[in-house]
């Protein structure tokens, strides 16, 4: 047995509780979060930046959230992103990692990462674990998570 496992099983510090995940979107020009403990890249997704009509918009709104989503391979990446979320969230926890930090990177952090960000946001709190959501290239005027 691991010093760590036995060092909360002494303290009888549960490792089978939700663990809190921080989900975080941002844009790969400001570089990566420092707090990251994982990071997607969500640059393969269309980019709505170049829609006229989508530019002025995040992803948070419902047009820019309906044109990523109707791109098959945002889709199914979401989909194998959850797979591995699945996974690796219950092995941190039994580990007992107290949180985790989960970044979404785009080219300026308002849209795809955004986008990818909340989908997994809703998903992870489905499962049961407690969810912050933060938007970092957002301003201060814009809704959050």
Same mark, same amino acid.
């Given at each position: 047995?691991?010093?760590?496992?036995?060092?909360?099983? &002494?303290?009888?510090?549960?490792?089978?509780?939700?663990?809190?995940?921080?989900?975080?979107?941002?844009?790969?020009?400001?570089?990566?979060?420092?707090?990251?403990? /994982?990071?997607?890249? @969500?640059? #393969?997704?269309?980019?709505?930046?170049?829609?006229?009509?989508? $530019?002025?918009?995040?992803?948070?709104?419902?047009?820019?959230?309906? #044109?990523?989503?109707?791109? %098959?391979?945002?889709?199914?990446?979401?989909?194998?992103?959850?797979?591995?979320?699945?996974?690796?969230?219950?092995? @941190? $926890?039994?580990?007992?990692? %107290?949180?985790?930090?989960?970044?979404?990177?785009?080219?300026?952090? &308002?849209? $795809?990462?955004?986008?990818?960000? &909340? /989908?997994?946001?809703?998903?992870?709190?489905?499962?049961?674990? %407690?969810?912050?959501?933060?938007?970092?290239?957002?301003?201060?005027? /814009?809704?959050?998570?």
């Amino acid at each position: 047995m691991d010093m760590r496992r036995l060092l909360l099983e &002494r303290l009888n510090l549960a490792t089978d509780t939700a663990m809190p995940v921080h989900i975080i979107s941002f844009s790969y020009r400001y570089g990566l979060p420092d707090t990251a403990d /994982q990071i997607f890249d @969500m640059r #393969f997704a269309k980019n709505p930046h170049w829609d006229d009509g989508l $530019r002025a918009q995040t992803g948070l709104d419902k047009d820019v959230a309906a #044109f990523i989503a109707a791109d %098959p391979v945002a889709s199914d990446v979401l989909h194998h992103i959850k797979h591995i979320l699945s996974e690796t969230l219950v092995r @941190m $926890r039994h580990e007992g990692r %107290p949180h985790i930090t989960i970044g979404f990177g785009c080219t300026g952090g &308002r849209h $795809r990462s955004v986008w990818g960000a &909340r /989908q997994i946001a809703d998903w992870v709190a489905e499962q049961g674990h %407690p969810v912050e959501l933060t938007h970092r290239e957002l301003s201060a005027n /814009q809704p959050k998570g």
